[in-house]
């Protein structure tokens, strides 16, 4: 008798490692593929896409020729833009805090905090500063524990990006733990990106370097210039240059309706946008990403939805601060 209820343990306990084992894997997949669609990192980073060959400049790049779409000095500037003046004509201010729920197949997996910082005082000027910060749920994290947190300094005028730091921390339960930051560096007249790793858990330092169209934005300052366009009208773009996973692509945004959106932070009417991501004229996308924003002056982000390899992703609202 004692030799079956031994035997029987010891199945149950294959049984609940095999489980644990698999849950890893979905883990992994969770942290290098949903975070990347629903962070400021959703724009594209999953995807290998290059820049258009129609938009190459030739290096370095005259200061008068760093202009974007809308007439605004980009990824340069000729005079600094004054602090008080940093978010002005801008729908969110400094202080503004945004939460979020992720949801993996339904299932709360993590939570994702989006923030405007006061204006930061970089290489002798002001710039727009963003964070965010992303990480597992409580329960979640016994099985696998993510913890990310970016930040960003753009240029004021057109978000053009400056500077960008991101710290991961991530794990699962009896594998390896990564644990490492990434520093980047913006040169747009040289169309020249800088990135250093730091892995802590070697203590090595690598650094590379890498071609930058010029006027493109980071991963989460792009979130923050999709807020600056206003969408009036079905079917209206808007189409940009982002900078990611070591390669500058082309963002479009088009309106596909307006409509009521509810979320844990209240019903709101709201745009709802499609996201495709672009090398020419060819979409390279696999899978719809679709962000709605509220039809309001602050244009908030309430929800992300989105199709990757591993299933369906989305993001919701659950509180909202604005700035000052």
């Known amino acids: 008798m004692r030799l079956r209820k031994s035997n029987a343990l010891l199945l149950q306990i294959k049984l609940l490692k095999s489980m644990i084992v698999r849950m890893m894997v979905f883990s992994n997949n969770y942290t290098n593929k949903i975070l990347k669609v629903l962070l400021p990192l959703l724009f594209g980073q999953s995807i290998s896409i290059s820049i258009a060959a129609e938009s190459l400049v030739q290096c370095p790049?005259?200061?008068?020729?760093?202009?974007?779409?809308?007439?605004?000095?980009?990824?340069?500037?000729?005079?600094?833009?004054?602090?008080?003046?940093?978010?002005?004509?801008?729908?969110?201010?400094?202080?503004?805090?945004?939460?979020?729920?992720?949801?993996?197949?339904?299932?709360?997996?993590?939570?994702?905090?989006?923030?405007?910082?006061?204006?930061?005082?970089?290489?002798?000027?002001?710039?727009?500063?963003?964070?965010a910060d992303a990480r597992t749920g409580d329960w979640y994290r016994y099985i696998f524990a993510a913890h990310d947190v970016l930040r960003a300094f753009a240029n004021p005028r057109d978000l053009s990006a400056v500077s960008f730091y991101l710290s991961q921390q991530e794990g699962a339960m009896f594998g390896k733990q990564i644990k490492q930051e990434k520093w980047f560096e913006f040169d747009h007249q040289q169309c020249l990106v800088k990135e250093k790793i730091h892995d802590k858990n070697s203590g090595k330092v690598e650094k590379k370097e890498f071609s930058l169209q010029p006027g493109a934005s980071d991963s989460l300052a792009a979130l923050y210039k999709l807020r600056t366009y206003s969408f009036d009208k079905v079917g209206q773009r808007a189409r940009y240059l982002v900078y990611s996973s070591e390669k500058t692509w082309w963002l479009e945004a088009r309106v596909e309706n307006f409509e009521k959106v509810t979320v844990p932070a209240g019903e709101f009417e709201a745009v709802k946008l499609k996201l495709q991501t672009f090398i020419g004229q060819e979409l390279q996308q696999k899978g719809d990403v679709f962000l709605w924003f509220s039809k309001d002056s602050s244009r908030i982000l309430l929800k992300v939805s989105g199709q990757i390899k591993i299933g369906s992703v989305k993001m919701l609202l659950t509180s909202y601060a604005p700035g000052k």
């Open 61 to 131: 790049v005259e200061s008068s020729e760093l202009s974007d779409e809308k007439g605004s000095r980009r990824g340069g500037a000729e005079t600094p833009v004054l602090r008080g003046h940093v978010y002005k004509d801008t729908p969110f201010k400094a202080g503004e805090k945004s939460k979020y729920d992720v949801y993996y197949l339904g299932m709360l997996v993590g939570k994702a905090l989006l923030g405007v910082n006061p204006p930061a005082f970089y290489k002798g000027a002001y710039h727009s500063a963003f964070t």
